[in-house]
């Protein structure tokens, strides 16, 4: 369990980040993973106070702070709708209702937990990420770049466009991480993520490139999930093999894309 | 029948379901030591030196115990009736550690914050040997398990330790190979079974204290208050009479708390320092340094004639009982005693096998206790032989199975650690079992699939199974009852209620002798000191062998009752007769009332208490029936298995309290399950459990169990308490072969060895 | 550290440790009805609402909760009704699970769920490993009128 000998709630971000980088302090987000951990550190940073509970629409988007927790996709009115309840049905196959309470977006994101259903999701929509000090980037870039110091996640900004959406998993029980998860997104190209491998989510971007400019039928939706499971890295973990993910995600693609087509 | 048939809700429902305190946690002293343990890294090693003096010095700390501060007298954990089947292998602490969280070192603190800096300090060097971590290796191996002499089995079970051999045993009725030559067709296959967990939500917990009369008094999450008593006495070589153990409220046993678990290491702390201590096992705790159920691997041999008689079945396995040999001959031998008997037909049938130690988790019981494993071998190699045959799997047990009025040779000779008991079986109506579960499945109609898209096929499959009723000539249950002055009475049994309303069904059968309302009668259970002797709850034995006794000491009331009835009322005893209510005058108007009678018993005239006892030993082990029909969609991409509908048609006798006894059966249905589909154990190549954690070892959820209808079709038992056998495990045994079979059924894939997962699946579809 | 916490409409100073569960200090101060099952936010056993939405108390700092709302099963007053048609199914066994279930379905009354599915899906964090599900399920359609 980890251990620290304070615990602050700064009112702001800037306060928040000062901290951060000038004790040995970490940002407690739901606190559900951080706290299996068996570090000592000096300052729990808690941003429950710091202002970044906020959901924005506005006309050609939704911004979302980054201590919002997960269950608002289930339960705000207009997450709950957003392209069409996509992120409100993979939401709701994260884990228990408890835990959706107190797991935030920014401490599914920072992470970049492999294990993640919803990072995969938002990998397929037009997701930008906003950390406080390196600024803005897209969902895709963030997961690959490796910070040199301490940030903070601000907020996340997904824009509004006209989407079909599909979200595949593969699970033995239901009140488990996927062993796989795929997900999908048409509109003028077609994006394809996939996730759970067990490392965290990436582009099919071979695949991608190839459907580019083509109408999607079952011919080509086959050609093109098979591609994806030759192009994606598996690793084998504790709950599954290399190869049954390798097989697994050639079948969640293809039903995916049937869905989107 | 009135009392017994009531759906009464438990006596402790709204106590428990509001969330009264009342489980050891929240009993313990409040000044309790916390009692934490230093546990080994390593599967197999012997301890060179430990040095505990800088933990020691820490602030808070009371003290710390290695193996050369406790007592070092061989026992079992397990707990059984005395001499215990199992070998006496176990110490409190021990020189050698022989699986990764095997107990090195006893600290107690006065919170755990300095108990944790102490683990953290205590210095330990040790001499790591080669862990012997594949059971099929096992015997013989060059490390020996349990090298020291003091270790011994009670009496002859096929003790080897120099082999690794914790018990083996054999028996054969007929000729297995002669008769394999006369039948016209013979399957031969291999099955394996892996180590399930319990998941009792409520962890091991256990506190002790010094009582004002210097007695040892122990609170604990158990199943069995008496044989915790005497391990316990034995362990420290202390008088039984010096202590006194108290079940209260717990949260599920299943099996894994039929043994002593964290009393050794409070009694030591409260014996050494003469204070109260407590312990409270973490979750990763009751998966690593519990015990779980024993993997056994079986080669079932099944020969027929065309016409579909079973003549033959061999049956010889292998079972891993880790570390330590709690339970090991008794599970091995529970696996054909309650399977076996079922084909009670044939010509020449063996069982014979082997547990040997390894060092992993140690294994012990769990609810089936042997015969899951026993059924998912033998239903699964049935179904295949009865394809092999062009036979209808129904039509193929229809056949085969045993029949009320009938009886085995296996009762005889398999009992559960020694022989059996002969009996005829009194009550079985197996074959109604059958055919409603047919009905309710619709299994004419969807036998054997139906595809339902290109990806998806669903099939059906059953499974057949028995169990027992308590252990014949051994599992001995006592009960008093005395009357109070309203006319209700205390009942105080031995009996352990783990949370499945024990208590509550055995005042429902004193009622129901008495004729008073259920309501009527106090149950206090669980106390060494002052309820009478019970084996405990296992061998689904409290509603027969605990509630024959109730009867019996409740009609001895009757009879007490009746006598002083008629002093009062000046009336020779053949006169008269009592209702419940009043004690009269048959063929006349002379009565009094109950309540009357016990108060004037008391205080005013021809004072007495009145109080009745009565044992209860069965001569016979009556065992239920069950009938289990899996329908199952398979997912051919991905080799997912949704279970759709499972129907169990169950005979436990008359069913006490049918809300209660539904809920065993469905309970213990969602464990079967688990067993099957779910529930999956990993180690590490070092040997450590990866498995420990509900993140990794998914019990079923609420989604996970489709439809699941259960059914009872009541026979009479005539040696059980009106009419009643057992219903505790016999809920289990189904679900691993019937879904095994269901699986072949809709999309011709043979999974040998649980749990059946989707990757088993997809692996071996894409093989086809 | 001093906290100021409302328990069951109650307002209490606790004092804790910084790094302190929200579990262990509601043991501590007497609330036994919340209770740990299994170290890893999994099992539900520990489940309290915190500004009345059902959390995991064994997963959230006691610190974060200064200057907010605890609610368990005591203070619950429609605890009651759904308890009393647990036992009437027989849908109870050890009880040990039973007020981590109550608190998040009395929650759900507030919802006002009517598909059973939906009910499933935000129950799946309360494990039971004596009933199977079944009989809570019988009970819990009753008490929120689930449609059938």
Redesign the interface.
Known sequence: ???????I?PKTIEDAYNLLTTKNAEI?G???FL??SNRKIDV?I?L?DANLNFTKETNDSVEIGSMVVI?EFEENPVLSKLYNGFLKNVS?TV?????R??ITVGGTLYPKYGFSDLITALLVLPTEVYLYKSGKFSVEDFLKIRLEHKDILEKIVIKKENLKTSFQYIRNS??DFSILNVAVSKGNEVKIAVGGRPAVAQLAYKTMQFLHGKDLNEEIIKEAAKMVSEEIPFADDIKASKEYRKKVCEALVKRALLEVM | MKEVTR?I??K??????????V?TD?LAPKNSLIVKILRSPHAFAKIKNIDTLEATNIEGIECILTYKDVPRIPVTRAGQGYPEPSPHDWYILDEYVRYVGDEVAIVAGKDEKCVDEALKKIKVEYEVFEPVLDFEKAEGHSSVIHPEKETHPMFEIGFDAQKNIAASYEMEIGSVEEELKKCDVVVSERFYTQAQA??????HSAASYIDMQGRLVILTSTQVPFHVRRIIAEAFDIPIKNIRVIKP????G?GGKQAVHGEPFVAAVTLKTGKPAKI?Y???EVFEATYSRHPMRYDITLGATKDGKLKVIDMQGLSDTGAYGEHALTTFMVAGSKTLPMYNKVDAVRFKGKVVYTNKVPAGAYRGYGAIQGNFALESAIDILAEKLGMDPTEFRRKNMIREGETSPIFKIMGEGREGVDMVVRSCKLNECLEEGMKLINWKEKFPRKKISETKYRGIGLAIAMQGSGIANIDMGAAILKLNDDGSFNLLVGATD????SDTILAQIAAEVLNVPTEDIIVYSSDTDLTPFDVGAYASSTTYVSGNAVKRAAEKMKKLIIKEGALKLRLDESKVDFDGKYIYETNGNKKVSLKELATVLLYTENQKQLISDASYVGEESPPPFMAGFAEVEVDVETGKVKLINYVAVVDCGVTI?P??A??QV??????GIGMTLFEDVKYSPNGKLLTN???HYK?P???D?GN?I?KFVESYEPTGPFGAKSVAEIGIDTPPAAIANAIYNAVGVRIKTLPITPEKILMNLNKK | ?KINVTINNEKKELEIA??D?LLDVLRRYGY??????????????C?VL?DG????SC???A??V?GHEIT???GLPE??EL??I??????????????GL?V?TVYLKKLKIKKIEEV????????????????Q?RAIEKFLGVEK
């Open positions: 369990m980890i251990k620290f000998k304070e615990y709630k407690i739901g606190g559900a706290r299996l729990a808690d429950i269950s709701e884990l228990s209702f408890q835990m309470n107190i239901e009140y | 759906k809700p438990k402790d429902a709204l106590g428990l379901l509001l969330g009264k305190p489980y929240d319990h998941v009792a939500f409520e962890p409220r717990i949260g599920g299943f409270v973490t979750r990763q783990l949370g499945t309303g309290n809300n209660l539904k809920i469905e309970g213990g249905l969602v464990q954690n509900l993140m019990i959820s609420r989604i169990i699941i259960v | 550290m910084p790094d569960i036994h009805s919340v209770r740990r099952g299994c170290d890893t936010g999994m099992c539900g056993i489940t915190l939405k059902p959390v995991p997963s959230i700092f610190a974060r200064d368990t099963i005591e605890a009651k308890a009393k647990l036992a009437e199914e027989g849908a109870d066994q050890c009880g040990f699970c039973s007020p109550i998040n499933k899906i935000k129950l799946i964090g309360n494990l039971c490993r004596c009933t199977g599900y079944v009989g399920h």
